[in-house]
């Protein structure tokens, strides 16, 4: 991530400032204390308890991840919020997350913008709507999933009908 793009998140809301959030690699993401201290509980058991498995492929079997203690991770993003801010580099998966929910956020002026264009308001919901999808399938890679389907008239094609 370059500092344009972080620029962004900070103008766009959703990273505060320098002051209040650190870069925390182990979960690839911007935090903030409040939000660290809250997922350190989660995977301490504080909801639920079980922090699941995951399928280790080398030796086709289930395996328990090692979780650190949350005293570890305490001391983890108290050396984080104690040091100044640095920049981190936020994966693909997260940029995915924080473009979508942006995007959604944006319905409200959307949906008025179609409305001031003569849409009606059912018409407007349903383009931002397929705007929202379309742009889904970008980030998800699947572009070529929904040309298909325009192509051959979907899963309720008229020829499977009969």
């Known amino acids: 991530m370059n500092g344009k ?9 959703y990273i505060m400032d320098s002051e209040t959030v650190r870069y925390w690699p182990r979960v690839g993401m911007y935090v ?4 660290a201290e809250e997922w350190i509980e989660r995977l301490a058991g504080g909801e639920g308890g079980s922090t699941g498995k995951y399928l280790e492929e080398d030796i086709e079997e289930y395996i ?6 949350p005293s570890q991770l305490r001391a983890e993003i108290k050396e984080l919020f104690n040091n100044p801010f640095e920049m981190g580099e936020l994966d693909d998966d997260v ?7 942006k995007f959604e956020k944006s319905k ?3 949906v008025k913008q179609l409305k001031s264009e003569g849409h ?15 742009a889904t399938a ?3 890679g699947l572009e070529d999933l929904n040309e298909g389907a325009e192509v051959d008239g979907g899963a309720a094609s008229s020829d499977e009908s009969e």
């Open 5 to 13: 793009d972080l620029n962004r998140l900070l103008v766009g809301g």
């Open 32 to 35: 903030t204390l409040e939000f």
């Open 64 to 69: 328990q991840p090692e979780i650190p203690r």
């Open 95 to 101: 940029m995915a997350i924080i473009a979508l929910d």
């Open 108 to 110: 409200l002026s959307r």
């Open 120 to 134: 009606t308001l059912e018409d407007a919901k349903e383009i931002f709507q397929q705007e929202l999808d379309a």
């Open 138 to 140: 970008t980030i998800l």
